[in-house]
């Protein structure tokens, strides 16, 4: 014998009319606020996990060595953010122009700033462009993943007796800030920024295709 389904108890009513009204309005009233808190909380927590996903690069350079003594100059990139960064494009821009990253960036470098200067030091080097130029790091930057906190020398170009006139000659024009760098990085989130050394905040950008870069560079 299948035992009677218990209905549900109707919602009683005060018998008046306007009290039922103002009843219904209320409860309208709360579940229109309850949503709303409900969607404010979700943005508000949607805020903080992008803050504590959010890398900011920052680019610098310099010529002494740990002693302080003249010996190397050197690129960097650092993640000061709580989040990692998609470093997308990273470049050397020399007098306002981006330099061709394939090949011997250091040479590149300096045929861009130094070319006379260049030119002598190859001459005294017997036409050996390794004595003149002398020895250099280089670690590659675009296309990688870089942690909250992590740093990468992109390049480390040592200072010899056979390079020190060429090589004091870029690092004039590094000093003078005819030679810097250039990232564009993005977050987990698809945030884009391009940051520039010497250059303070980071620039927001739709995205590091070449396009948007391109409108960034004029």
């Known amino acids: 014998m299948m ?10 009513k005060s018998g008046r009319p306007w009290v ?16 709303y808190l409900a969607q404010d909380s979700s ?11 959010m890398p900011f690069i920052q680019l610098g350079s310099g010529n002494s060595t740990d002693d302080g003594q003249l010996g190397s100059l050197a690129f960097g990139i ?3 953010g709580t989040g990692p960064a998609r470093i997308h494009d990273f470049t050397y821009v020399v007098d306002g122009e981006p330099i061709e990253m394939s090949g011997h960036v250091v040479r590149r470098i300096i045929e861009a700033c130094c ?24 670690t590659p930057v675009s296309n ?4 909250a906190g992590g740093n990468v020398s992109a390049l480390i170009w040592q200072r010899t007796p056979e390079n020190a006139t060429l090589w004091s000659a870029v690092d004039v024009a590094r000093q003078r800030g005819r030679i810097t760098t250039r ?8 945030e884009c920024w391009v940051a520039e050394a010497n250059t303070f905040p980071p620039r927001p950008v739709n995205s590091c295709e070449p396009e948007d870069l391109a409108r960034v560079e004029r």
Do not use: H, W
Request: glycine share 2%.
């Open 3 to 12: 035992e009677p389904v218990e209905q549900p108890a109707e919602v009683k």
């Open 20 to 35: 039922d009204m103002v009843l219904s309005v209320s409860a309208v009233f709360i579940s229109a606020c309850s949503l």
């Open 43 to 53: 943005r508000a927590m949607e805020r903080l996990v992008q803050a504590n996903s």
């Open 78 to 80: 650092s993640n000061a």
């Open 115 to 138: 070319a006379a200067e260049a030119e002598t030091a190859l001459a005294q080097a017997d036409g050996d462009a390794l004595r003149a130029i002398g020895a250099d790091l280089t």
């Open 144 to 147: 990688s993943f870089l942690a």
């Open 183 to 190: 990232a564009c990085y993005c977050s987990l989130f698809d």
